[in-house]
């Protein structure tokens, strides 16, 4: 993969943290049927401690909406605990990045203590670099990928190696410089975002219904055995940019939206 002129651009930004993100939250003792594994975008910031590495933008409305789709005593929800900064997105274009590394451990330690489990992978942004690293690097651990959903993924045109497009859905909002340019490897790369980069919040519940779809469920469901808690109560980030700039001000975290 090539760096293209606006990761050139973004690595000149200066990146500090005035609080250290939330720790990943422990990997559940239950076995479910579904593993969901999400990165987040770069400087994107933990609103809320029940979804630790989950960001703000995408991943705890994912959670939810994933959740609701297949059963919350089907999922076990994992954000991945990565720096997700701006030299990660040099590095992530290795290969085997952080992000990358971190990852497809979570992946193969789901599987290793819970066979049975199949993987559904999402990522924002940089995240979306993670996701793609993390497919190529489970090599024959693929066939237990069951869904893939990437958001602002500036590498939408690229096939997802081991993965039919049919269980990836990509999500590129218009006026989305991130993503915007390029074709779509995806089963599609609609999105319903009105704010660029930013709004892709509004497109996690057709993320979860595809999900969903793909891996044959619609509805609530009790899921595999284990588990009985209900889905989380999560903060989400959607709207404006002027919204999300004063939800991070307030945080204290820096904001550079992938």
């Known amino acids: ?13 200066g990146f500090s943290l005035a609080n250290p993100l939330p720790q990943a939250s422990s990997a559940a003792t239950a076995c479910k ?34 959740q609701n789709a297949l059963g919350a005593n089907a999922v076990n ?38 066979p049975q489990t199949r993987i559904i992978l999402g990522g924002y942004s940089q995240g979306g670099e993670v ?11 693929e066939s237990n990928i069951v869904a893939v959903v ?12 081991g ?18 340019t390029g074709t779509c490897a995806a ?5 319903a975002s009105t704010s660029g980069h930013l709004g892709y919040g509004s497109d996690v519940t057709t993320a979860a219904t595809f999900i969903a779809s793909v891996v044959g469920t619609s509805g609530n469901t009790s899921g595999a055995a284990g588990g009985g808690a209900s889905s989380p109560t999560v903060t989400t980030v959607t709207g404006s940019s002027a ?12 904001w550079f939206g992938w």
Not at 52 to 65: D, E, F, K, R, Y
Not at 187 to 191: E, I, K, N, R, T
Not at 243 to 254: E, M, N, Q
């Open 1 to 13: 993969m090539q760096t293209s002129t606006l990761f050139t651009c973004i690595l000149t930004l």
């Open 33 to 66: 049927a579904y593993t969901l594994l999400f990165a987040r975008g770069t400087g994107d910031p933990d609103l809320s401690t029940s979804a630790a590495n989950m960001g703000s933008v995408v991943g705890p409305g994912l959670q939810t909406a994933v």
């Open 77 to 114: 929800v994992q954000g991945v605990n990565y720096p997700a900064d701006a030299s990660g997105i040099t590095a992530e274009l290795s290969g085997s990045g952080p992000g990358s590394v971190a990852m497809t451990q979570l992946a193969t330690t789901a599987l290793a203590s819970c």
């Open 131 to 141: 996701v793609h690293n993390t497919v190529t690097q489970l090599k024959t651990q």
């Open 150 to 161: 990437t958001f602002g993924d500036p590498f939408k045109g690229s096939k997802l190696t």
């Open 163 to 180: 993965v039919d497009s049919t269980k990836w859905r990509s999500f590129c909002g218009s006026g989305d410089s991130v993503c915007g």
């Open 187 to 191: 089963s599609s790369c609609a999105s």
């Open 243 to 254: 919204t999300l700039a004063a939800a991070t001000s307030s945080a204290a975290l820096p």
